[in-house]
């Protein structure tokens, strides 16, 4: 049996996770439906707990063992328990159906579809891939860590998996950790709580390869900084690679000590650039390939990838949100994809999308429209026939862009952002009353939104 849960379990929760937290565990009985396993610190048995418990726990029952519960005991290591697979013991106890608490814990199980093979190379990424096939060889170490950085969905966490996935074939035995920033302070908090503080060092220093997504966030935290640095130092100081992402580079994260900066600067820094258009299409023409075999027959009309490509620009997890709406919904109704389903059926999405309108293509078109010059628009002119126009301008710059209003200010020419605020509220006021503005600005808003 034994075999097939392993076997169950690696596709579950991934081959690195299992080699880290799943084959160390040692069966020692399996009573009345509780099955217990030794394992070599609390804090190892804690996070299996919470992480895979439940997975173990369906796989026996999967394969014929009756486990209500799964239980973990620090091992006694003077008598080696007999390994797992000798799980053999009958028990009666009926499995109870109980609800997975596990499965927004941390352990961060691989996403088995984040590999090298599914990544799509594009000028913006080839560098950051690059770094990361090197890293994934597993070789000397020649840089550490690898800092990869960019803003959300360009594939930073996609890149980690792949080096995982990539070391884990390569080198099974190596004990790879990747957990983001998030969790690995709550797994510390957690141990400085539970008083395991030791057993946290000790885990977190004997893995070969550690991978922390979105550092970005343990800035300002200060004692879980702490138990950063020093992890990150021990693990350097035994030449064990580290493997960072954050969304800015390291000397632009606010509230991260200027020791951690530099360490995190002594490796290769990489980003991760916004996708250019032949990128996005590039990745959506593989996942129409994946999705050939789900929607057999779907016909796509030519155009939509591109136009989709050209559209949504904000980030790659809103391109296959929408490529997989699209499918979903063209199957639903049998119909052919074609632009103007495309339209219709990512209307919201496209709209969001064009919200990466800047305040600089605003101030453009409503110049043109009002035929003045573009300086004046940032100028100091304060008679009607410019300020009105401008005032415009403001006024879409705020509701079209996220920009904040001193943001905004900044754009027009270093204006205070009470101005823009005054601005804004004076075509509020007209709009009320003014038809031939409302109409303007129905036509400027057509425009800038295409
Ligand atoms: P990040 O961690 O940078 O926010 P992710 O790695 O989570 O972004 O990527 C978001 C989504 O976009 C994932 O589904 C990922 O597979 C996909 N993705 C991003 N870049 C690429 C790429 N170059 N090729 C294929 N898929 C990509
Ligand atoms: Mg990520």
């Known amino acids: 049996t034994w075999g097939l849960v392993r076997e169950e379990l690696i596709k579950r929760v991934g081959k690195n996770n299992y080699v880290t937290w799943i084959e160390p565990l040692k069966f020692s009985d399996l009573n009345n439906g509780v099955v217990r396993f030794e394992v070599p610190t609390s804090f190892f048995g804690d996070w299996v707990s919470r992480n895979f418990s439940d997975h173990i726990r369906a796989q026996l029952n999967t394969a014929g063992q009756q486990v209500e519960r799964v239980e973990f005991s620090v091992g006694n290591r003077s008598t080696p328990p007999e390994p797992m697979r000798a799980a053999t013991a009958p028990a ?111 885990l977190f220093r004997s893995v070969d390869v550690l991978m922390v997504d979105d550092v970005q966030f343990i800035a300002g935290k200060d004692s879980t900084q702490e138990e950063f640095f020093h992890t990150f130092n021990a693990l350097v100081d035994q030449n064990k690679q580290i493997v960072i992402s954050a969304d800015r580079a390291p000397g632009e994260i606010k509230d991260l000590e ?103 293509e605003i101030q453009r078109k409503v110049a043109e429209h009002y035929n003045i010059r573009l300086s004046d628009m940032i100028g100091p002119k304060r008679v009607r026939t410019i300020a009105r126009p401008r005032q415009i301008a403001m006024y879409l710059a705020k509701q079209l862009t996220p920009r904040s209003l001193p943001e905004i200010g900044r754009r027009f020419g270093g204006r205070d952002h009470t101005t823009i605020m005054h601005g804004v509220r004076k075509i509020e006021e007209l709009m009320a009353t003014d038809s031939q503005l409302n109409d303007d600005l129905q036509m400027l808003r057509r425009q800038l939104q295409g």
Do not use: W
């Open 258 to 360: 200027d020791r951690i900066k530099s360490r995190l600067q002594c490796g290769l820094v990489v980003d991760l650039h916004p996708t250019d258009y032949e990128l996005r299409l590039g990745i959506l023409q593989q996942k129409v390939e994946l999705y050939r075999s789900q929607y057999k027959g779907l016909v796509i009309a030519d155009g939509v990838l591109e136009f989709l490509a050209h559209r949504i620009t904000t980030n790659v997890r809103v391109l296959e949100g929408a490529l997989t709406r699209l499918f979903a919904f063209a199957s639903l109704v049998g119909r052919e994809i074609t632009l103007e389903l495309a339209q219709d059926c990512l209307a919201d999405i496209l709209r969001a999308s064009d919200r990466k309108l800047t305040i600089e």
């Open 92 to 202: 009666r106890a009926k499995p109870a159906a109980r609800p997975s608490d596990t499965d927004e814990m941390p352990g961060a199980p691989l996403d088995a579809r984040f590999t090298f093979d599914s990544f799509v190379v594009g000028k913006p990424n080839e560098l950051a891939h690059a770094a990361a096939r090197r890293v994934a060889e597993g070789g000397p170490v020649t840089f550490n860590p690898l800092f990869l950085y960019g803003g959300v969905g360009l594939g930073k966490t996609h890149l980690m998996h792949a080096i995982a996935h990539e070391l884990q074939t390569r080198q099974p035995h190596l004990r790879v950790l990747y957990l983001s920033a998030e969790q690995f302070m709550y797994r510390f908090v957690q141990a400085l709580r539970e008083r395991q503080i030791m057993d946290f060092k000790e």
